[in-house]
């Protein structure tokens, strides 16, 4: 298996977070034994206890991602340590961060520095992975450089979406949710075996509802959901020692978008001002006659979202005497017709829409050790062509005068061989080392910005291209103090792929690729349980040294003055540490776990571009550069979660009381103090009511239960300073049902 999938043996807790729960079932508490049961994980290609794995990991499962509201990958990031999922201004382009290390870029084409995996197969574009998560049964998240073991290379990290497999006996279940804002959610799975060699499971979900944000003029809502998902997963056991595994799935978003507001006065000419929103559940939108024509809509629409995805992976695995073979074939598919509204007003300042396909088609073939002895090892190679189509059009035209369409055609191409080797030199010292060598060729086809109605402005060009050749790794050892407690230390190199910046730029100057990203990890840790395994501590270090950091900035074009441009900032370094730790007392039925982690970033050598200097000696134009060696790369200081659970045994029934909490620090933006996020706490709570003999469960919640008013990000588009909200306090009810 690919990664760090994860097979409990029984019921335990990583990262803050319960496992080997059936899917779709509750969050619980170890048995009132007391004790961290212990999880079977196969991070090196066997299967291993994961204290006994050297590598800074948390994993969630899919009963706690049903209990905290996990509907995508960007969920995540208020249940793990060092992790931001943050979408460009509000729109479907996320933006990952692990530890820092991020990359941030509201174009479609370029690569994340975390990837991000569902049952082994990568989606090598961030707007690929906004599907729903269902019928989990975990997640993990790997901080660090991730490339040796996985179909893509990273510098941040990774993460595996795990679903749920056919079972070998009948099984079914059926989740409702109800809350505030009429939002609802339900989720559906039949599973088990068709003949004595086929097993197969149907899972599907719908969310709806939960429109919370109104339009400041007119009182419509926005931000209702309207997603949907199905998946078929059939396992055939076509011999003894070959199994043969088809993975299909279909999901489909006709979603509300997301809504600004507008934190500062909005200056539309000399005599009209948009005033500034106290209220962040206010917003606005306006769609102009001539800009919906252009992109097929109806003039009276809101932000709206039009995706559609789908793809197939086949994994076909033989087992010889002492090693594996396994084939993992798989093709991914986008297609994405979205409008935003970047400015929150109903003026049409920045009005965006975009329309993408997007496919990649990948083969992983490896072969992994099997058989005992102090030396096992894994060996493979990877293959993967992505294509993507886009027409990206803005609509500027109460700013500028004028409507921008965006147009071009990109693939890549990239040819990987990597393989580890793991040596037990004694009974307690373990060493490891992995290699990669990747070559990848990248090309922008056909790039061509032009003006609506053309006013003399336009730029277009045939192929540019770009790639590189890498050899990347990892040297690590790992040393056995006693049964309990492990030490580690790794060393590992990673590579994020360069790219093109795909804006709607009228200057050929803009176009010129930026360099791959080049990242090397020092880490250290420890991993321990315990006071008879009731208390679990799992502490880490790192420093990063960072090369030709992908910065998002701008270039000067001697006629049309400041270009957004992602660049290379030549030295950047990160440093950090986190700690994660699990009580379960004996036979007390209570849980309390902590997650905290540190980190500090800066440029050590950075010459950028000072926009108002540069501008004020036009034209000509002319680059003005500020040195921001010292500065902050701009990232949450502190992430912080936890959660307190406790079990009770009432006649009949059990009873499970639960209260969770994150924290992440400010982040301190680029742009300047005006677009800073405040640091902000956000606290849910449940109670979970299940009787001794029976198959239902249920649950009431509230998510943000003291209505914290924050911001997710802040930016801004043409005049308008704009920021997106995060959601209110909501209550709700869940029913469970489980055959």
């Keep these: 298996m690919k990664g760090t999938l994860v097979r409990a043996v029984t019921s335990g807790i990583i990262g803050g977070t319960l496992l080997g729960v059936p899917a779709l079932a509750q969050s619980q508490a170890p048995d009132a034994g007391g004790g961290i049961p212990e999880i079977i994980v196969t991070a090196q290609r066997r299967e291993q206890s994961v204290q006994d794995v050297g590598l800074s990991v948390s994993v969630l499962s899919g009963a706690d991602l049903t209990a905290r509201h996990v509907t995508s990958v960007n969920d995540l990031q208020n249940l793990t340590p060092g992790l931001e999922v943050i979408n460009a201004f509000g729109g479907g382009q996320p933006q990952f961060r692990i530890r820092g290390v991020g990359f941030n870029d509201y174009a479609s084409n370029n690569t994340p520095t975390v990837g991000i995996y569902v049952d082994e197969v990568a989606y090598p574009l961030p707007i690929m992975t906004q599907g729903l998560i269902y019928d989990v049964d975990r997640v993990e998240v790997l901080r660090g450089p991730q490339g040796v073991l996985y179909g893509r290379n990273t510098t941040g990290g990774a993460i595996n979406v795990l679903t749920a497999n056919p079972t070998d006996t009948v099984s079914a279940g059926i989740t409702g949710d109800y809350g505030s804002y009429n939002a609802s959610k339900v989720e559906a799975f039949v599973s088990g075996p068709v003949s004595n060699t086929v097993k197969v499971r149907l899972s599907a979900t719908t969310q709806q509802g939960g429109a919370w944000q109104t339009n400041r003029a007119t009182g419509q809502d926005l931000g209702n959901a309207n997603r949907s998902a199905v998946r078929a997963k059939i396992d055939w056991a076509a011999t003894p020692d070959t199994d043969v595994k088809l993975n299909l799935h279909y999901g489909r978003d006709l979603s509300d978008g997301a809504g600004a507001y507008v934190f500062n006065p909005v200056a539309q000419s000399s005599t009209v001002t948009v005033k500034a929103d106290t209220d962040p559940s206010k917003t606005g939108w306006g769609l102009s006659p001539a800009f919906a024509k252009i992109i097929g809509a109806d003039p009276a629409s809101k932000p709206f979202r039009n995706n559609s995805s789908g793809g197939a992976d086949l994994t076909v695995e033989h087992r010889f005497e002492t090693m594996t073979l396994t084939s993992i074939t798989a093709w991914e598919a986008l297609n994405r017709k979205e409008f935003n509204d970047w400015d929150g007003t109903a003026y049409h300042d920045a009005d965006e829409y975009f329309n993408s396909r997007a496919q990649d088609v990948s083969q992983e073939v490896r072969l992994s050790s099997t058989g005992a002895g102090p030396l096992q ?23 500028y005068g004028f409507i921008a369409n965006t147009r071009y055609h990109q693939t890549a191409e990239s040819i990987a061989g990597f393989g580890q080797v793991d040596y037990a030199a004694t009974d307690r010292l373990k060493v490891t080392l992995g290699l990669r060598e990747e070559h990848e060729d990248r090309t922008l086809h056909d790039f061509a910005t032009t003006t609506i109605p053309y006013v003399g402005l336009g730029v277009g060009t045939a192929s540019v291209p ?32 360069g790219g093109f910046t795909a804006y709607n730029t009228l200057a050929l100057s803009g176009l010129k690729p930026f360099a791959p990203e080049v990242l090397w990890a020092y880490e250290a840790g420890v991993k321990s349980d315990l ?10 270090a790192y420093y990063y040294d960072y090369h030709n950091q992908q910065v ?16 290379n900032a030549p030295r950047s370094e990160i440093y950090g540490a986190e700690l994660e730790a699990q009580w379960a007392p004996a036979r007390t039925g209570l849980l309390i776990t902590q997650g905290l982690g540190l980190s500090h970033g800066e440029y050590k050598e950075f010459k950028a571009v000072n926009t108002a200097a540069s501008l004020a000696t036009c034209y000509p134009c002319t680059a003005v550069y500020s040195d921001l060696s010292g500065e902050e790369l701009g990232f949450p200081r502190i992430t912080y979660n ?81 920021a997106i909200p995060g959601r209110p306090a909501t209550w709700g009810i869940r029913l469970s049902y489980l055959y």
Excluded: C, M
Aim: hydrophobic share 35%; no cysteine.
């Design 377 to 399: 090892w894994v060996g493979g190679i990877y293959y993967a062509h992505e294509t993507l189509r886009e027409a990206f059009l803005s609509d500027f035209t109460d700013n």
């Design 466 to 497: 770009t790639g590189f050749t890498q050899t990347t790794g990892k040297v690590g050892a790992e040393y056995k103090v006693s049964d309990p407690v492990l030490l580690y230390a790794n060393i590992s190199r990673g590579v994020k792929s």
């Design 531 to 540: 006071l008879d395994h009731t208390l679990r501590l799992n502490a880490s």
């Design 552 to 567: 998002q900035s701008v270039v000067i074009d001697p006629v049309y003055g400041a270009i957004g441009k992602i660049v």
């Design 642 to 722: 936890g959660s307190v659970s406790h079990d009770w045994t009432l006649p009949g029934y059990g009873v499970t009381a639960e209260a969770d909490y994150s924290y992440r620090g400010n982040l301190r933006s680029g742009l300047g103090s005006t677009y800073n996020v405040r640091g902000y706490w956000l606290a849910n709570a449940s109670v979970t009511l299940k009787p001794e003999q029976g198959p239902w469960t249920a649950t009431v919640y509230g998510q943000n239960i003291f209505d914290k008013r924050y911001d997710l990000t802040r930016n801004f588009f043409t005049n308008a300073d704009i």
